[in-house]
């Protein structure tokens, strides 16, 4: 049984109107995942449109991935989302994916860098930029593939992180080969939807907003796994999502 919502959000881009369908009983966090990224993807068209009404272009087409070598962080439920999609996967995809991950970790122990990635994930308080900074530079300097990208395309395309969904460019596609020394004009995003949903599993769990950098995120969530089989009322679980995309958004017109 499901139970309809029309949902109406202002934002900076335009008023979004939607149905959503979420089901009356007690889910998991992870059956939210898909609504809600549907809703910043629905966000994020309204942002692409009023971009193209604006005289720009948008940069960003199938087959360029520069921005595939960056740190993809994830929220917990995100983390949970993906090893269920992983999980259900054919078992020769599946196994391909794996020893991929495997030959990333490989990599990043090389560079003294799994563990620090673990740390972010495992911290008991929020990682402040500050300390995510060196972490995040030190990852994109090895230009390291994300383990999930095949022939310059995401293999996991409908399963993919929010950040990856919302770094949309203006600026020509040639500055994205270095994100770091070329200044590059991203879309403005209204509603951080993995930021989203780190604070409603805070929320719910009373614990600080966390961040799974995304090539750990599978053995994050096998650790942890205990945790992701906890459900809530569905209608619940969209009320907490609602209750923060609105803070964000209103946080997103107090700016412009
Ligand atoms: S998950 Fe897909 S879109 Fe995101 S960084 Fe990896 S390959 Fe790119």
């Given at each position: 049984?499901?139970?309809?919502?029309?949902?109406?959000?202002?934002?900076?881009?335009?008023?979004?109107?939607?149905?959503?369908?979420?089901?009356?009983?007690?889910?998991?966090?992870?059956?939210?995942?898909p609504?809600?990224?549907?809703?910043?993807?629905?966000?994020?068209?309204?942002?692409?449109?009023?971009?193209?009404?604006?005289?720009?272009?948008?940069?960003?087409?199938?087959?360029?991935?520069?921005?595939?070598?960056?740190?993809?962080?994830?929220?917990?439920?995100?983390?949970?989302?993906?090893?269920?999609?992983?999980?259900?996967?054919?078992?020769?995809?599946?196994?391909?994916?794996?020893?991929?991950?495997?030959?990333?970790?490989?990599?990043?122990?090389?560079?003294?860098?799994?563990d620090?990635?673990?740390?972010?994930?495992?911290?008991?308080?929020?990682?402040?930029?500050?300390?995510?900074?060196?972490?995040?530079?030190?990852?994109?300097?090895?230009?390291?593939?994300?383990?999930?990208?095949?022939?310059?395309?995401?293999?996991?395309?409908?399963?993919?992180?929010?950040?990856?969904?919302?770094?949309?460019?203006?600026?020509?596609?040639?500055?994205?080969?270095?994100?770091?020394?070329?200044?590059?004009?991203?879309?403005?995003?209204?509603?951080?939807?993995?930021?989203?949903?780190?604070?409603?599993?805070?929320?719910?769990?009373?614990?600080?907003?966390?961040?799974?950098?995304l090539?750990?995120?599978?053995?994050?969530?096998?650790?942890?796994?205990?945790?992701?089989?906890?459900?809530?009322?569905?209608?619940?679980?969209?009320?907490?999502?609602?209750?923060?995309m609105?803070?964000?958004?209103?946080?997103?017109f107090?700016?412009?």
């Amino acid at each position: 049984m499901v139970e309809r919502f029309e949902v109406a959000l202002n934002t900076p881009a335009g008023r979004l109107t939607t149905a959503i369908d979420v089901p009356t009983g007690f889910i998991p966090i992870t059956a939210i995942v898909p609504v809600t990224r549907r809703l910043g993807e629905e966000a994020a068209q309204l942002e692409v449109q009023h971009a193209i009404e604006a005289g720009l272009t948008i940069s960003c087409q199938m087959g360029c991935a520069a921005c595939c070598r960056m740190l993809v962080p994830l929220s917990v439920p995100e983390a949970f989302a993906l090893r269920e999609y992983v999980g259900q996967l054919p078992t020769d995809r599946r196994t391909h994916l794996l020893n991929r991950l495997s030959d990333t970790k490989d990599s990043l122990k090389r560079e003294d860098l799994w563990d620090r990635l673990n740390d972010v994930a495992e911290a008991s308080r929020q990682v402040p930029d500050e300390d995510l900074d060196p972490i995040n530079r030190s990852y994109y300097a090895l230009r390291i593939p994300c383990p999930y990208l095949e022939n310059e395309m995401c293999s996991i395309y409908e399963a993919r992180p929010a950040a990856c969904r919302e770094l949309l460019v203006t600026s020509p596609a040639e500055l994205c080969q270095d994100l770091v020394q070329n200044p590059v004009t991203p879309l403005p995003v209204s509603m951080r939807i993995s930021s989203i949903l780190g604070l409603v599993w805070g929320t719910l769990t009373s614990s600080p907003p966390r961040l799974i950098p995304l090539p750990i995120a599978l053995e994050w969530a096998e650790r942890h796994e205990e945790e992701s089989r906890r459900t809530w009322p569905g209608s619940s679980l969209l009320d907490q999502v609602l209750d923060n995309m609105w803070r964000f958004l209103s946080q997103a017109f107090t700016k412009k």
